[in-house]
T-cell receptor
């Protein structure tokens, strides 16, 4: 089945550090990938939609200069949390759908636990 | 405003028992409804996906139902196992599939 790989799985770093998270579709092409944030005991909140070869679309309230998204190929999207602060600590999850497939499940990565000290 | 409401928020059952989780939605135009299982600290994994014309779909011990008229769905888990302990998330998509609205999830705990 379709697999989405997310790396790293966990990051602990000091305040002010920039952190890059990678999301790869391993066995399918994904024109569009999605980035979510999840706080404890809450559901996923969409942050942005990442489009291959073009600028990402950010949800209201999400700072595009804070959360930089690059989708340089059909199998890779990256999210960079710039100058991270403790309030950025969260569980970040990416997902992807196979290109041009409508009634297909989004395949999720296993998430990245980000802890900012 | 598109919304997905799940109930109960949390549930504790004994191993071997059955349970049913509920999902009500107000999403338009409806494209499909998905149930995901999310283990703690992991990404969600798809269990079922149903379109407008489908009333029921099974995946092993998981059976999902959909009533598009009343905009309700349920996920029935049969003969629960300890490994079923997880959050179950109902996700409804609109506009040909990629605009997703997430429910708040039901946290299920199966005890021996």
């Amino acid at each position: 089945g379709a697999v989405v790989s997310q790396h790293p799985s966990r990051v602990i770093c000091k305040s002010g550090t920039s952190v890059k998270i990678e999301c790869r579709s391993l066995d399918f092409q994904a024109t569009t990938m999605f980035w979510y944030r999840q706080f404890p005991k809450q559901s996923l909140m969409l942050m942005a939609t990442s489009n291959e070869g073009s600028k990402a679309t950010y949800e209201q309230g999400v700072e595009k200069d804070k959360f930089l998204i690059n989708h340089a190929s059909l199998t890779l999207s990256t999210l960079t949390v710039t100058s991270a602060h403790p309030e950025d600590s969260s569980f970040y999850i990416c997902s992807a759908s196979e290109t041009r497939q409508v009634h297909q499940p989004q395949h999720f990565g296993d998430g990245t636990r980000l802890s900012i000290l | 405003k598109n919304q997905v409401e799940q109930s109960p928020q949390s549930l504790i059952i004994l191993e071997g028992k059955n349970c049913t989780l509920q999902c009500n939605y107000t999403v338009s135009p409806f494209s499909n409804l998905r149930w995901y299982k999310q283990d703690t600290g992991r990404g969600p994994v798809s269990l079922t996906i149903m379109t407008f014309s489908e009333n029921t779909k099974s995946n092993g011990r998981y059976t999902a139902t959909l009533d598009a008229d009343t905009k309700q769905s349920s996920l029935h888990i049969t003969a629960s196992q300890l490994s079923d302990s997880a959050s179950y998330i109902c996700v409804v998509s609109a506009n040909a599939g990629n605009m997703l609205t997430f429910g708040g999830g039901t946290r299920l705990m199966v005890k021996p």
